[in-house]
């Protein structure tokens, strides 16, 4: 196989490689943004935008063009559907050298999502310029997005995984207030037992679900497998942690009780402090702190901090 001088291209083709093909108008967007400025915009150096049903327009604000992103998709489920936005423009802010990013846009039945690279061109250390070009287009959920759900997301629950807290902990540099809370529910093998999977599987969702609902900025959920649950928190103190796994343990009562049942939970603490943030490290001294809520009866919070041990119970009362 031979491969064509750029030379034959144009001569023999009347091909352009640069204009025809890299900034060719019907295929490509190429754009720059200013970091510098404090309302964003983005300046159109070449493309249709109205191929991708966006306005016609050389200057597009960062607060218009987010009025075209779709923020229900399957990123955003992982990634958190309130930040979705506001997380693309702080990676943009961040980017050292290159990146490129999956930006969903609006449609009627499911977004089409543009596959755009961005590069820091800035040419001194004051300057904040990136140059971005739209590379692919793809009418359905990129294979890329696929895995990084299956990966990052449980199937069942739609909560975070264990490599997603992973991937978590791993970003804190400085923690402030950050907890781990292991949550185990008690009685569900009881449950599974008498009722079934399929009905041990409905109440797992509908814990998730409750879970989900009551979405807040500091606190992530996550299905380590099974029954057994974890949550990420931070900007919390010593009694407020304690409080908010008290509420845990009521949450999962309420929810049970409406399937005719009164289930509660083990829940262990632990800090994550900026020496401890090895996942597995966390996960163990969190499991061994709810073994001991385990042994005191259930429905009860123990928080370990160094030597000392704090503990709360609440109803202990299991009908299954």
Do not use: C
Not at 73 to 101: A, C, H, K, W
Not at 107 to 128: A, C, G, V
Not at 174 to 198: C, M, R, T, V, W
Not at 247 to 259: A, E, G, H, L
Request: aromatic letters at 10%; a negative charge.
């Amino acid at each position: 196989m031979t491969t064509l001088p750029l030379k034959n291209l144009e001569e023999n083709y009347g091909i352009d490689l640069i204009n025809d093909v890299y900034l060719d108008d019907g295929r490509h967007i190429l754009f720059y943004v200013d970091l510098n400025e404090k309302a964003r915009q983005i300046y159109i150096i070449s493309g249709d935008l109205t191929l991708f049903d966006l306005p016609d327009k050389k200057i597009l604000s960062f607060k218009e063009f987010a009025t075209y992103i779709e923020p229900h998709n399957p990123l955003s489920e992982v990634e958190g559907r309130e930040t979705f936005l506001s997380d693309i423009e702080q990676r943009l802010s961040n980017i050292d050298d290159t990146m490129y990013l999956y930006i969903p846009i609006k449609r009627d039945k499911s977004p089409l999502w543009l596959m755009i690279d961005f590069q820091n061109i800035s040419l001194t250390s004051k300057d904040k310029l990136l140059l971005g070009r739209v590379n692919h287009v793809i009418e359905d959920t990129p294979k890329e997005i696929i895995y990084y759900r299956k990966t990052h997301q449980d199937p069942l629950t739609k909560l975070f995984t264990r490599e997603t807290l992973k991937k978590h902990l791993d970003y804190i540099k400085e923690p402030s207030g950050a907890y781990g809370l292991y949550i185990d529910l008690d009685g569900f093998k009881q449950y599974n037992d008498k009722f079934g999977h399929q009905a041990g599987d409905d109440l797992l969702i509908r814990i998730a679900n409750h879970f989900i609902n009551r979405w807040e900025r500091n606190v992530l959920y996550y299905r380590l497998g099974g029954d057994e649950f974890f949550s990420y928190v931070f900007d919390y103190d010593k009694e407020n942690v304690l409080k908010k796994a008290g509420d845990i343990i009521k949450d999962i009562q309420s929810v049970s009780q409406k399937q005719g049942l009164r289930m509660g939970a083990s829940v262990g603490i632990v800090p994550i402090t900026e020496s401890s943030p090895n996942v597995n490290r966390v996960l163990d001294l969190s499991d061994l702190a709810m073994y001991e809520s385990k042994a005191n009866g259930g429905s009860t919070v123990t928080l370990k901090e160094g030597d000392q041990s704090y503990q709360r119970s609440f109803d202990h009362e299991i009908n299954i």
